[in-house]
Structures are given as C-alpha cells and as structure tokens.
C-alpha cells in the first residue's frame, strides 16, 4: 500500500552500465560436473577490473586477478547456485549469479518459444532489501526484514526462498528487489515480460497485502508494473496507476489466500511502441483474468530491470514469513 514510483532512487545509475556477465553455465541449465563457468565484468568509466571471485553455494571457490574468469567447479548431484563477485580498483563491487541443475535433466518448463527466461531468481545471489521505501511515499515506518534462500521445506524444487517481516509498528513493510538487467540492447530490446512464481503462507491474516512488481527503465521513461493482492482492504487485485502514484482496483476479487497452500502468481505485461504500460493479463492459480489496462510511463534517467516481492503488514504488524520458489521473468 505505497507509492511505488519512490524506490527508482534505489535503482543505482552510477552503476547502469557495469556489471557482470557470467556466460556459463546459463541460468536454469542442466550439466554434468565438474561444470565449465566463464565470466567477465565492465567497470563504471575510468576504472579497471582488479579482481574476480566465484563462490559456489555462497562459500568461496576461486579468485583471479583479472577482469575474466574461465575454471571448472566440482559439484554435487542438484541445484547450486554460483555467484561471481568481482571488484574495481576504487573498491566498487559488480556481482551476478546463475542457477545450474548438476547431474539432473534441466526444468526449464517448453512453453516460453521466444525471447529469454531468468529462472529461479529466488535462489540467485544479488538481492536487495528495504522497509522504510516500502511505505507510503517511500518514507514507511522502518521494520526488521529477512531472507533466508535455499530452504529445503516448504519449498517446491527443494530451494525456496523465506521472506520475513517483524517489527511493532502497524502497517509497516517489507521490499525485496532483484536488478535482472543493467542497460544494455536486451533491455532496449524487450516490450513483453512475464512475471512467474509460487508463494507460500502460514498466516493469512498476518498480510495485509502481498505484492509483486515488474520495474523497467528504458529510454528516459519509467515503467512501474505493480500489482497486488489487496485481500485484506478492497479485497481486489490492484494495479499501479504511474502518472497518479496510486493503487487502482481492478474489479477483479482476489479471496484470502489459503494457508499451507501453494499459490501460483503470473503477471503479463507489456511496454508499448510508445513507452506505454499495457497489463495484459493476471492468473491467479490457474484462472486468468484479461485486464487489458492501458497507463503513461513517467520521466526517469535510470534504466535497467528489476522484479520487486513485497509484504505489508497489518494493523497488528505481526510477524510473519512467506516462501517464494520458482520464480521466474520472460522478456521479448
């Protein structure tokens, strides 16, 4: 229940143009091990690359004083997640991550023919947090958050992610944010995005609401595709209006959600030829709903691609976790 259009400032621009590209294995893929990882990384302007280093499983692997990284990780039989960090000569720090399937056949479901997928986003390293910008016109009351990724149980693939939020003062909230790209021609390139996830909840009634947002900066506009489940005030699905800095009904009921139950979220969406924000369609558990909403993008001079998890807490703030697993962005 705020104005989304606060958190562009948390998208860093210094930094738009740098990074770290890790070009094997892909996200989502299956190998046999040991497995073959290649990176490189681009400092911001005037500076250079003095170190790289890749952690497997968030315990340190392998460094090399370079700006590439070319090796081969032993791995187990499963999922692993491998990071690449890498730092320049001022003390910058660049980082990406890359799930890989060892010794398994991929997941990666056949369905998406065109374009990329990010998969699992929940269980890469690079996620970033907040609760005061979670709040009305970005200034909410702070609140104690958490994530906790690779949990066996509850989880669907055996490595969800565990999003929590506490504190004492009512209707505080939580946001997590993960940058999927910096810009680049990919981010140029991409007008249609699919926002794919299961969450799970032990407390209904702790939520007042639960929301997920697709955030693309592109050609001096912003696009804020945010949409939440407000079951607990208009007990209606809610899109964000960008230009007006407010939640807007849909008509659409969306019920309490169900307590140990699984609940499978997909948002579909689309950046028209003119920058606008086009929502195409919701799906709530397997029952679609057109929505066919039009909306202005907004001036900004950041760029790059973000998918946003929040939770809101309720009158009482009580403390309460949801598990995030399989989540997954389609850009074309």
């Known amino acids: 229940m705020k104005a989304l259009s606060v958190l562009i400032f948390l998208f860093t621009a210094a930094f738009s143009f740098a990074g770290v590209n890790i070009t094997s294995p892909a996200n989502g893929s299956a190998s046999g091990s040991p497995v073959h990882v290649t990176a490189w ?8 690359i003095s170190s790289m280093v890749v952690y497997l499983d968030n315990v340190q692997n392998y460094v090399k004083y370079a700006n590439t990284v070319d090796t081969y990780l032993n791995m187990g039989s499963g999922w692993h997640t491998v990071l690449v960090k890498s730092w320049d000569n001022y003390g910058g720090i660049y980082q990406a991550s890359t799930a890989v399937n060892v010794g398994q056949a991929s997941t990666t479901p056949t369905t998406q023919t065109q374009g990329s997928t990010l998969w699992n986003i929940d269980q890469l390293g690079g996620w970033q947090s907040c609760s005061t910008c979670a709040g009305a016109g970005g200034w909410g009351p702070s609140a104690p958050i958490g994530l906790k ?6 989880s669907l693939d055996g490595r969800s992610a565990q999003f929590w939020l506490g504190g004492g ?3 505080s909230d939580g946001l997590w944010w993960y940058k999927v790209m910096y810009d680049s021609a990919a981010n140029n390139n991409a007008h249609h995005f699919v926002y794919d996830f299961y969450f799970y909840i032990t407390d209904p009634t702790a939520a007042q609401s639960i929301e997920f947002d697709i ?25 964000w209006d960008n230009p007006n800095n407010r939640w807007v009904s849909t008509g659409i009921r969306c019920p309490s959600l169900v307590a140990y139950q699984w609940a499978h ?29 039009y909306n202005s993008s ?8 973000t998918v946003n998890y929040q939770m809101d807490g ?11 697993d399989k989540m997954a962005l389609s850009y074309w």
């Open 298 to 305: 907004t001036a900004t001079s950041w760029k790059g691609v």
């Open 41 to 48: 990384a681009t400092p911001v302007s005037g500076r250079v």
């Open 265 to 293: 979220v997909v948002l579909e969406v689309e950046r028209t030829s003119g920058n606008q924000l086009h929502y195409i369609a919701l799906t709530l558990n397997g029952t679609k709903h057109y929505l066919n909403w």
């Open 314 to 324: 309720n009158y009482r703030q009580q403390n309460y976790s949801t598990w995030v």
């Open 149 to 154: 990724q690779n949990v066996a149980s509850p």
């Open 215 to 239: 955030n693309q900066f592109v050609a001096g506009r912003s696009l804020i595709f945010g949409s939440q489940c407000s079951y607990r005030s208009s007990g209606t699905w809610d899109i």
């Open 169 to 171: 003062t009512p209707y």
